[in-house]
């Protein structure tokens, strides 16, 4: 769990996910790396200068029956206040709403309710076990499927709840998680959903596999570009000679006429009735205007 322990105290020391006084509630689904959260949390409680409580919830959707006793006895074992909350998520979300893309109602609802439960345990945060390869994945399906750059937070705050969402696994990389939960005969259960292992996420880290054989460090390098924002050189961040800055002219919210710092400066609105606006002003000048002009500029 040395591994674990590290990778919590790393995400904690650089997002502050953990004060004194805090109470936790971690959220186990009963897969591999909500139950080393579990456990990960329980010995960083006994380890960390810090002085914080932890509890875990765990949601049953409602979807088949579920045994949890194994889970329940491991968190007996270890000392770890685990309660489960029963909901009707599946039923909301296959018989009353009958999703054809069920992931992202079934997760809002999940977060919903997890959120509602810890509230109830009196805790100011929620712990989710996310590892390294659910950030990276999570940033690919955002490009993929939404068109823009995008993953989840190390640290959230729900201002409607009051609760604060934190990750404290997201160092952790899957191939670690994988070793140690087998190492530790971790109480793994399947899962609750009949679709897993055929949803969007499944694609996007199959995506990611397979860039991973051809670039066998490219999660570290993903992670990399994540963690140190300065290294940015997205477009929004382009240093642009003076003057040729983007400049939008709207009207009634919508954008009229784009055009750069440089060209704004060098145009005039027009006051000839029978020209255009946005003509130069020397266009818009009468013949004779214009000589006088140029007669005036002469040395």
């Known amino acids: 769990m040395k591994r674990v322990l590290g990778c919590i105290r790393r995400a904690d ?47 049953d959707l409602g979807l088949k029956p579920l045994d949890t006793s194994a889970v329940e006895a491991h968190a007996a074992h270890i000392g770890m206040d685990f309660s489960i909350v029963r909901t009707d998520i599946g039923r909301v979300v296959f018989e009353y709403r009958q999703e054809r893309s069920p992931c992202a109602l079934c997760a809002k609802l999940r977060r919903g309710a997890l959120n509602t439960a810890a509230v109830a345990r009196g805790c100011n945060k929620v712990a989710l076990g996310h590892n390294r390869e ?129 060209e704004n400066d060098s145009q005039t609105v027009c006051t000839n009735p029978g020209a255009s606006c946005g003509i130069m002003a020397e266009d818009a000048m009468t013949p004779g205007e214009a000589g006088r002009r140029a007669g005036a500029e002469e040395p």
């Not at 003076?242 to 784009?258: L, M």
Request: net charge positive.
């Open 13 to 59: 020391e650089r997002y502050r996910m953990i004060e004194d006084g805090d109470r936790v509630c971690v959220g186990v689904s009963g897969g591999k790396d909500s139950l080393l959260l579990m456990e990960g949390m329980k010995l960083y409680q006994r380890f960390s200068y810090t002085k914080f409580d932890v509890c875990a919830v765990m949601l």
């Open 134 to 262: 659910d950030v990276l994945e999570t940033l690919f399906m955002s490009m993929m499927y939404e068109g823009r750059i995008n993953t989840f937070a190390p640290v959230t705050h729900l201002s409607r709840r009051d609760v604060t969402i934190i990750r404290p696994l997201l160092f952790l990389p899957e191939r670690y998680a994988l070793s140690l939960a087998r190492q530790l005969a971790l109480p793994i259960l399947p899962p609750q959903c009949d679709i897993a292992g055929s949803t969007k996420r499944d694609e996007a880290r199959a995506l990611l596999q397979h860039i991973a054989r051809l670039v066998p460090d490219i999660e570290q390098k993903l992670m990399h570009a994540l963690i140190h924002t300065e290294t940015y050189g997205l477009w929004d961040r382009m240093k642009l000679p003076p003057g040729q800055q983007a400049v939008e002219t709207r009207e009634g919210g919508r954008v009229v006429r784009r055009a750069t710092q440089a």
